[in-house]
């Protein structure tokens, strides 16, 4: 599990100026209406004082702030949206506030933005001394400080871009949920603001997500490192309460060690045991249990085919040489896809018995590397410079290359079939087999999908499936929602999300191939049906 180390000791916490126990005093003296103690005064617990201490204790030698980022990741119902926006009223009204300074609270959607925002009108809706210099704009999602002529504002990715923004303070909420285009262009907006002036401050304070080709886990993953020691950044101040796959996911003590609330009365202790109990026979709320409740990051962006960390020990590298001097029996999955989209072909070689190697080689129309990217959140541009991607001219797919690389292959390796589903394929096919090239015929139905989708599983699950850790088919995997008809048979679909899994795709119909081997072949024949496949 990952917790911050000084997290319990505010002794080892550095305050040379007292800035830090300063802004604790301060919130000290805020209401909240919720709290049924005597005075609704804010709950402010020792854990969360030292987080509080923690950015505004520790100093540069000229006097100024440390720490200029703040990663803030706590499980759900840990209070993280109060302590922030008393945060922010600590900079517009507080002892950190400055003279027309601006702070900007920014989530995904319009509703998400609201919580923060509510949270704090509400503050100061119940607190006469701070209506008195406050004013709250709900219409415009905007609270103002006259005499201070600072401001605050709750913004959206969704909504307009905030370029020319100069930020004292900006609250990046739920971050793993900013998605697509406008997400990472609302972040780089906010992000770039950052050096405009002196000692801006940047909260992330977020939930664990799902996924690592996104704008959260890159953060995340930094924020990480610093806070286990691998990286030195002082301005970089990890929050990270986390459970990691290692950890017993019932074991309450674990639940408190991640929930620091928990010591504290929340969350709701007994509702967690319900919700763990549920968890022990539903993969889905198991994922749902671990991700907010544990704030486990799930490598997965849908409910699992397989668990990523069990899919990464098949990391090792394919040797492509030695499998062409071998002339190892070789099986080739082909996905098309539309012509704007991401194309797959893998090729798959047994390795041992029962195991398989494979070897993903994608493309995508050059002309939409960076908008196809954006759309799905993750780097094709950088995939494309380092090989992981194959661009083709203009803007779609390029049949030709793609068919070109397949003969490539044929040619240097020892290929038995090249399937593929006919929907796109089938004027490829034929060309191939008027070559003589082996292609086949592989429906993506029910009959054909579901073994094909048990025995790659099979693999994996088995540590029998190599695949040289490249990144896109990575993703693809991770992409993966499983869809099961009445009779418990499983197929591959990308869900609601819309991401891609053509890599998967033809993952599955190439290791199905290489697992049926020569039982299947009919001397001569070049072409086989669904039927035959099963039989």
């Not at 503050?123 to 704009?137: C, P, T």
């Not at 950044?233 to 991640?258: G, S």
């Not at 139905?445 to 040289?468: D, N, S």
């Not at 990144?471 to 891609?500: E, I, T, Y």
Request: with cysteine; charged share 25%; net charge negative.
């Amino acid at each position: 599990m990952l917790v911050p180390s000084w997290i319990n000791e505010p002794d080892s916490i550095p305050d040379p100026e007292g800035k830090g126990e300063r802004a604790v005093r301060w919130l000290r003296l805020l209401k909240h209406p919720k709290n049924p103690a005597l005075g609704h005064p804010f709950q402010l617990d020792p854990w969360a004082e030292n987080v509080v201490r923690r950015i505004y204790g520790p100093r540069n030698e000229d006097g100024s702030r440390t720490v200029r980022r703040v990663v803030l990741l706590l499980p759900r119902g840990n209070r993280k949206t109060s302590l922030c926006a008393a945060l922010m009223l600590l900079h517009l009204f507080g002892p950190e506030s400055v003279p027309g300074g601006l702070i900007i609270s920014a989530a995904s959607a319009h509703e998400q933005a609201m919580e923060l925002f509510n949270e704090a009108a509400m503050i100061v809706h119940f607190d006469k001394r701070l209506r008195k210099y406050l004013s709250v704009r709900e219409y415009v999602s905007r609270i103002a400080c006259e005499k201070r002529q600072s401001r605050y504002v709750a913004i959206a990715s969704d909504g307009k871009v905030q370029h020319g923004k100069t930020p004292n303070v900006v609250i990046a909420d739920e971050l793993h949920a900013w998605e697509g285009r406008a997400g990472l262009r609302q972040w780089e907006a906010l992000d770039s603001a950052l050096v405009k002036v002196a000692g801006t401050l940047m909260i992330i304070a977020s939930t664990s997500g799902r996924g690592q080709e996104n704008l959260a886990w890159k953060t995340v993953e930094y924020a990480m490192k610093v806070q286990k020691g691998e990286i030195d950044d002082p301005a970089t101040l990890p929050v990270i309460f986390m459970a990691e796959p290692e950890d017993d996911w019932k074991d309450e003590a674990l639940w408190h060690a991640v929930n620091p609330g928990l010591a504290h009365g929340y969350p709701d202790l007994s509702a967690f045991r319900d919700k763990a109990k549920k968890a022990e026979h539903s993969p889905f709320d198991r994922d749902g249990f671990l991700q907010f409740n544990l704030n486990r990051w799930l490598d997965q962006t849908t409910s699992p085919f397989v668990e990523l960390h069990v899919y990464d020990e098949g990391a090792q590298a394919v040797d492509l040489e030695e499998l062409e001097i071998a002339q190892e029996p070789c099986f080739i999955g082909v996905d098309l896809s539309k012509n704007e989209d991401l194309t797959a072909v893998v090729a798959c070689w047994p390795d041992g018995e029962d195991g398989y190697q494979v070897m993903p080689f994608f493309f995508c129309p050059e002309d939409n590397l960076r908008a196809r990217g954006e759309l799905h959140g993750v780097d094709y541009l950088s995939w494309a410079e380092d090989g992981y991607i194959i661009p083709t001219s203009g803007n779609t797919v390029d049949l030709r290359a793609v068919e070109d690389h397949i003969r490539e292959l044929c040619a240097r390796f020892s290929v038995r079939e090249i399937a593929f589903d006919p929907t796109y394929g089938r004027s490829m096919m034929a060309d191939l087999a008027e070559d003589g090239l082996p292609a086949v015929e592989f429906r993506q139905g029910w009959a054909t999908m579901a073994p094909a989708v048990k025995e790659l599983e099979r693999a994996i699950l088995g540590r029998r499936f190599r695949h040289g850790g490249h990144p896109v088919l990575r993703w693809n995997f991770g992409n993966v929602q499983l869809h099961v008809d009445a009779a418990g048979n499983r197929s591959f679909h990308k869900g609601k999300s819309g991401n891609k899994i053509d890599g998967a795709v033809a993952t599955a119909m190439a290791v199905a191939r290489c697992a049926a081997g020569e039982d299947h072949f009919s001397t001569g024949a070049t072409w086989f049906s669904d039927d035959m496949w099963t039989a």
